[in-house]
């Protein structure tokens, strides 16, 4: 079964991508990270998409990072780490058309390689966001590196290592630039496609021209700071059957601000 429906509307030129596992939070699972890489690359070829929405079905999560169930063998050395969700992104594939995120309900942990990549985002009153590694025993490193260059290095650093005891509000979120509209519930995905819808109006090669000048601001530090993710998720991990366990224990609570 797919994890991922895609829609394109050719009287104005806006495609939209829906994760499509809600009983799983969104999650995504090999196969769903396939789809995604796959979609990203087909829009590169199709010039009747001009710009593109991301969202999650049902009303529970926008995504909740890699499906739990996935088992992804690992390469014993510290420096080589293999990582699904670094291929699951648009600019990962090489995509110059704008993306942008409709989110309501959880965003946490792998979700910020996909909101990472989105030009901007547009949350509803219900979303959250928090990245839940640490109370695991895990690095979280692509994540927090990502919404370094997104948030202001302590909101980022607050949500990396706060871990599941804390979620930040969509509200909060706007106050600190990762989001830039907080709607009424359930309105995230009709104000993104209408922004996107705004965008596919424009003389296209403008628009690209913009979001790859605007990435190429932003892709040098990253990839420095990309190139020391595999050691430090290697060396800070815990061993799989301690996350399992952390996991299985983990906390019910938690503070939203």
């Not at 799983?24 to 890489?37: F, G, H, S, V, W």
């Not at 871990?163 to 009709?190: C, K, N």
């Not at 003389?203 to 050691?231: D, K, N």
Request: charged share 20%.
């Amino acid at each position: 079964m797919s994890g991922l429906r895609v829609s394109a509307d050719q009287g104005t030129g806006v495609a939209v991508v829906t994760l499509d596992r809600p009983a799983r939070l969104n999650a995504i699972d090999l196969a769903t990270a396939d789809e995604l890489a796959a979609a990203w690359r087909e829009f590169r070829y199709d010039d009747s998409v001009r710009a593109v929405v991301l969202t999650g079905a049902g009303e529970r999560a926008f995504c909740t990072g890699i499906d739990r169930d996935v088992s992804v063998p690992q390469p014993g050395s510290p420096y080589m780490q293999d990582d699904p969700l670094l291929r699951a992104g648009p600019k990962a594939n090489d995509l110059w058309k704008p993306v942008v995120a409709a989110v309501g309900g959880m965003a946490c942990g792998g979700a910020f390689y996909l909101l990472g990549e989105a030009e901007f985002v547009i949350a509803d009153e219900t979303a959250t966001f928090f990245d839940p590694h640490t109370t695991y025993g895990m690095v979280s490193a692509y994540e927090s590196m990502l919404m370094a260059r997104r948030m202001p290095y302590g909101e980022a650093a607050r949500m990396a290592l706060m871990g599941t005891a804390e979620r930040i509000s969509a509200r909060r979120a706007y106050e600190v630039g990762l989001v830039s509209e907080v709607t009424p519930a359930g309105a995230a995905l009709a104000a993104a496609t209408a922004c996107a819808t705004v965008l596919a109006g424009y003389p296209p090669e403008a628009v690209q021209g913009t979001v790859r000048a605007l990435w190429a601001g932003r892709e040098a530090a990253l990839a420095a700071a990309f190139a020391q993710a595999p050691a430090l998720i290697a060396l800070g991990n815990a061993p799989t059957q301690l996350q399992t366990e952390l996991f299985g224990g983990r906390r019910r609570e938690h503070r939203t601000r």
